[in-house]
């Protein structure tokens, strides 16, 4: 996806006012008081604001050195609480909190929900700029921010070239899980998967889908898996892939559930993060596998919950990259390039990979 242009407004409040034959409060009303205005008009107001290049009322016509919102936006295109229960997410959140502690700015939390087309709160959000964490590289709320006049950091994803972004280097990273899974002997191999795109899934992924996946770590870690795999003479094609489009312990349960029905001979368990993880080990042991010697099961994180579990992880400083995300865009106003933080990741072998059984060894199947 290319990087939208940032261009002058092609057009004023009065001036769009003026091309719809509306007062200034409709067009303001569009933006910060949707309810006021009857679907059909706002759909107008905003069609006609992108025709002519309008991004809507600026909050803070000032740069971010002004500070004149004093408030750092975060933007998540998940549900609220998205940003307080996942452990991932709350590591986070903790890091930028801490660097907007340290610069003396508060934060404002700015959710959008799958699938939700409506970018008033990213238009309406009074910040001096924007963390994106996590979004599809189509998300419109992602546009809207990139559409308002102020500096926008990513994290993890999209890479979007000319903006600044942190997160780790996640085809390296899974190259290395990768290459211990099949160093341990694993030829059956399945793989669980986060959210590939914006429409639900919670079945299998095709080849197609995988490749087009708008969620670029996801693709990422796909397609590292793939060439590891078939260095190591496993056909991708012969991998099986399973997406939730939901990111909780149960959704990795299901998914492992559905994959080991439809697959019962895989050794090892793939996951693309370590909650999917948590819940094929429960799957696991619902179905009496003994982990590892029935069934080979990895994750992606490090997050505190599967350090306790004994996972095998790939480790990742999610508050760091939190804090490091902050105190970029603090300082963007200082600089001219973009700039790239990648941070470091680290392998961690647990107790729940090893071989895998033999054809005498006892089968526990479902």
Request: aromatic share 4%.
């Amino acid at each position: 996806m290319n990087r939208p242009m940032r261009s002058r407004r092609q057009a004023t409040l009065a001036s769009l006012a003026a091309e719809l034959g509306v007062s200034r409060t409709t067009v303001s009303n569009a933006y910060n008081r949707p309810d006021q205005l009857s679907p059909e008009l706002r759909k107008r107001v905003l069609e006609t604001a992108k025709r002519l290049g309008y991004p809507g009322p600026d909050p803070v016509a000032r740069s971010l050195r002004t500070r004149k919102a004093g408030a750092v936006g975060l933007l998540l295109t998940e549900n609220l609480s998205y940003a307080f229960r996942d452990p991932a997410a709350v590591g986070v959140l903790e890091g930028l909190a801490l660097a907007c502690e340290d610069a003396g700015v508060g934060l404002t939390l700015v959710p959008g929900s799958p699938g939700n087309e409506d970018v008033a709160a990213v238009h309406r959000a009074g910040v001096d700029g924007f963390v994106v964490y996590s979004v599809p590289d189509d998300d419109p709320h992602l546009q809207a921010a990139l559409q308002r006049p102020v500096p926008t950091v990513i994290i993890d994803q999209p890479q979007l070239d000319g903006l600044d972004r942190v997160g780790p280097d996640d085809e390296s990273a899974t190259v290395d899980l990768a290459n211990h899974v099949v160093g341990l002997g694993h030829r059956q191999i399945g793989v669980l998967c986060m959210r590939l795109s914006s429409d639900r899934n919670d079945d299998f992924a095709s080849q197609y889908r995988q490749q087009d996946a708008h969620y670029h770590v996801q693709r990422a870690r796909l397609a590292a898996l793939q060439r590891t795999f078939e260095a190591a003479g496993v056909p991708w094609d012969s991998v099986p892939v399973v997406e939730r489009f939901d990111h909780h312990v149960d959704d990795g349960a299901s998914a492992a559930r559905q994959l080991l029905d439809k697959h019962p001979r895989v050794t090892a368990l793939i996951c693309t993060s370590d909650i999917l993880a948590l819940g094929a080990l429960a799957e696991a042991g619902r179905r009496g596998l003994r982990v590892p010697a029935d069934l080979t099961i990895t994750g992606f994180d490090g997050i505190g919950e599967a350090t306790r579990a004994g996972l095998t992880t790939v480790h990742q400083p999610v508050l760091e990259k939190g804090k490091a995300a902050g105190k970029l865009l603090l300082g963007a106003s200082d600089r001219v390039a973009s700039k790239v933080i990648t941070l470091p990741t680290e392998l961690r072998v647990g107790t729940t990979s090893g071989p895998p059984r033999t054809a005498e060894q006892h089968w526990f199947g479902p």
